[in-house]
């Protein structure tokens, strides 16, 4: 069953890098106050939720973080990474913190190259309590890899997981949510290393990723030998278009009051993502 929240009564909002014109930059104070004024708007009187359904409250949230430097998410080749500052450890040390004093427990999607420099920090992410997948070896587009060079960096970087912390890595995030309509080969690999859950396909319009008819809330993908839970990160349904809220970037660009808005106006449990960057 699915049950929409009906649409709000504002014009259709849109914005340069979700794939759709932007208004001007000068506006985008006015701009973003509509969007903030919009949200509200979206939610039913009565939120209908799967905690509701069940007869729970509140609202579960899933916090996932892609645990990557700073400069591993601009498309340099990962062979030029020893030139740039490593500030993994640091800003990693501080996150922690603070999720402890929240009393908030994590996914952390790790890159194995990072994994194997950092190993360290891996154990203490997992002997704190969060969970570790899998964010792929070297943070490339999928669907700019062949098929045989995908499997062969991700089943390095599950292995390494694997061998540090003793468990079974369940959890798979793509690179820049890359596994678009051109790279769905990546799922059946997914399912022949053991991968139980992929977070990867945003169901937004964007120039990198996305599938934007793609389901906006968990569902199951069945392919011919392989099943798993796709979890789609947490977007906003709006009229003529689905607006991304959740990701590194769209915490960075929207301004806090649009973010924290557009959680609220989301009735299904949240798959949140922040990157780990300074």
Same mark, same amino acid.
């Given at each position: 069953?699915?049950?929409?929240?009906?649409?709000?009564?504002?014009? #259709?909002? +849109?914005?340069?890098?979700?794939?759709?014109? /932007? !208004?001007?930059?000068?506006?985008?104070?006015?701009?973003?106050? =509509?969007?903030?004024?919009?949200?509200?708007?979206?939610?039913?009187?009565?939120?209908?939720? $799967?905690?509701?359904?069940?007869?729970?409250?509140?609202?579960?949230?899933?916090?996932?973080?892609?645990?990557?430097?700073?400069?591993?998410?601009?498309?340099?080749?990962?062979?030029?990474? &020893? =030139?740039?500052?490593?500030?993994?450890?640091?800003?990693? @040390?501080?996150?922690?913190?603070?999720?402890?004093? /929240?009393?908030?427990?994590?996914?952390?999607?790790?890159?194995?190259?990072?994994?194997?420099?950092?190993? &360290?920090?891996?154990?203490?992410?997992?002997?704190?309590?969060?969970?570790?997948?899998?964010?792929?070896?070297?943070?490339?587009?999928?669907?700019?890899?062949?098929?045989?060079?995908?499997?062969?960096?991700? +089943?390095? /970087? $599950?292995?390494?997981?694997?061998?540090?912390?003793?468990?079974?890595?369940? &959890?798979?995030?793509?690179?820049?949510?890359? $596994?678009?309509?051109?790279?769905?080969?990546?799922? @059946?690999?997914?399912?022949?290393?053991?991968?139980?859950?992929? *977070? *990867?396909?945003?169901?937004?319009?964007?120039?990198?990723? &996305?599938?934007? @008819?793609?389901?906006?809330?968990?569902?199951?993908?069945?392919? =011919?030998?392989?099943?798993?839970?796709?979890?789609?990160?947490?977007?906003?349904?709006?009229?003529?278009? +689905?607006?991304?809220?959740?990701?590194?970037?769209?915490?960075?660009?929207?301004?806090? %009051?649009? +973010?924290? %808005? #557009?959680?609220? /106006?989301?009735?299904? !449990?949240?798959?949140?993502?922040?990157?780990?960057?300074?």
């Amino acid at each position: 069953v699915r049950l929409e929240a009906s649409d709000p009564p504002t014009a #259709a909002i +849109t914005s340069r890098g979700m794939g759709v014109p /932007a !208004p001007a930059w000068e506006e985008a104070d006015r701009y973003f106050d =509509e969007v903030w004024q919009a949200l509200p708007s979206a939610r039913p009187p009565q939120p209908v939720t $799967i905690s509701r359904l069940m007869g729970h409250e509140p609202v579960t949230n899933a916090l996932t973080i892609d645990f990557e430097d700073w400069y591993q998410g601009i498309e340099i080749p990962y062979e030029r990474w &020893g =030139e740039f500052e490593d500030r993994i450890e640091m800003v990693g @040390d501080k996150l922690l913190r603070i999720l402890d004093e /929240a009393r908030v427990k994590a996914t952390f999607f790790m890159l194995g190259y990072v994994a194997e420099k950092h190993p &360290g920090i891996v154990k203490r992410i997992e002997t704190e309590g969060h969970e570790i997948g899998t964010h792929g070896f070297s943070h490339t587009l999928i669907y700019n890899q062949a098929p045989e060079l995908f499997q062969e960096e991700l +089943t390095r /970087a $599950i292995h390494f997981l694997e061998d540090l912390t003793g468990k079974k890595v369940l &959890g798979h995030r793509a690179p820049f949510f890359s $596994i678009t309509k051109d790279s769905l080969w990546a799922l @059946d690999i997914l399912g022949e290393l053991g991968i139980k859950y992929d *977070s *990867s396909i945003f169901p937004v319009l964007n120039y990198r990723y &996305g599938i934007p @008819d793609a389901p906006r809330f968990p569902y199951t993908i069945k392919r =011919e030998k392989h099943e798993f839970v796709e979890f789609p990160i947490s977007t906003l349904k709006l009229p003529g278009f +689905t607006m991304p809220i959740s990701g590194g970037a769209y915490f960075r660009i929207y301004p806090y %009051q649009v +973010t924290k %808005q #557009a959680i609220k /106006a989301v009735n299904r !449990p949240l798959s949140y993502s922040v990157k780990d960057v300074s």
